[in-house]
């Protein structure tokens, strides 16, 4: 079955931390994997996805097939990444396939 | 373009009544998602559109929820008759025949 997992309902980190947002996922072809992020009072957007091998705000995820992971990092937190951030696999048929989400909170 | 427009951005009603979310997708997109979103299980793809017609709808509920694509530009959830554990954010995003989905601002519905 394709499933998108998020571990972690709640993560909270302190200003300069290394942040780590975890993803695994259950696919059975080639996965296409994407960060979105809803930032307060804000629509859900696109963070990064993993062909474009790109870092956003800091932001990098690797794709791992070994262990079926997509998780999502950052070597030092800021106040403004508090949001709420959603893991999703792309199925054949172009839809999303979500994780729960997790809920960022950096502590000053 | 100014992105996904719906409506209401906020909708408060009492248990029972029809609540109908409104929908207009960035033109010339080909596919149309709702999603509803809780603290309680995150982020669920109700239904979703391609060129008006509505493709996969096993995320829907019950049938108290249906969803329409009248036309290229405007679809509509409706809810009759709406319950208080329907309370939630609902959004709608489009997309033109690839993984990017374009996302609304949400309606946040209070069901009382």
């Known amino acids: 079955a394709q499933r998108v997992t998020q571990p972690e309902k709640l993560l909270s980190v302190f200003k300069g931390a290394p942040v780590e947002l975890k993803c695994n996922y259950s696919?059975?072809?080639?996965?296409?994997l994407f960060w979105y992020v809803q930032y307060s009072r804000q629509r859900l957007q696109l963070l990064l996805r993993?062909?474009?091998?790109?870092s956003i705000k800091g932001f990098t995820a690797d794709l791992n097939k070994g262990e079926t992971s997509f998780h999502l990092k950052k070597p030092f937190a800021q106040e403004e990444d508090s949001a709420m951030y959603y893991c999703?696999?792309?199925?054949?048929?172009?839809?999303?396939?979500w994780g729960a989400g997790t809920k960022l909170i950096i502590k000053p | 373009d100014a992105g996904v427009i719906q409506s209401p951005r906020h909708e408060v009603t009492e248990m029972g009544q029809e609540v109908t979310l409104r929908c207009k997708p960035i033109?010339?997109?080909?596919?149309l998602f709702w999603y509803r979103q809780t603290m309680m299980r995150g982020l669920e793809l109700l239904i979703y559109?391609?060129?008006?017609?509505?493709?996969?709808d096993s995320g829907m509920p019950e049938d108290r929820f249906s969803a329409k694509m009248p036309n290229a530009s405007f679809s509509t959830l409706k809810i009759q008759p709406s319950e208080p554990r329907d309370s939630a954010v609902y959004f709608c995003?489009?997309?033109?025949?690839?993984?990017?989905?374009?996302f609304g601002p949400g309606t946040r519905l209070t069901v009382l």
């Open positions: 995003a489009s997309s033109l025949q690839g993984p990017r989905q374009y």
């Open positions: 033109s010339g997109h080909d596919y």
């Open positions: 559109f391609n060129n008006n017609v509505p493709i996969d």
């Open positions: 696919y059975s072809g080639s996965p296409e």
């Open positions: 993993h062909i474009s091998r790109e």
């Open positions: 999703a696999l792309i199925d054949s048929n172009y839809q999303l396939i």
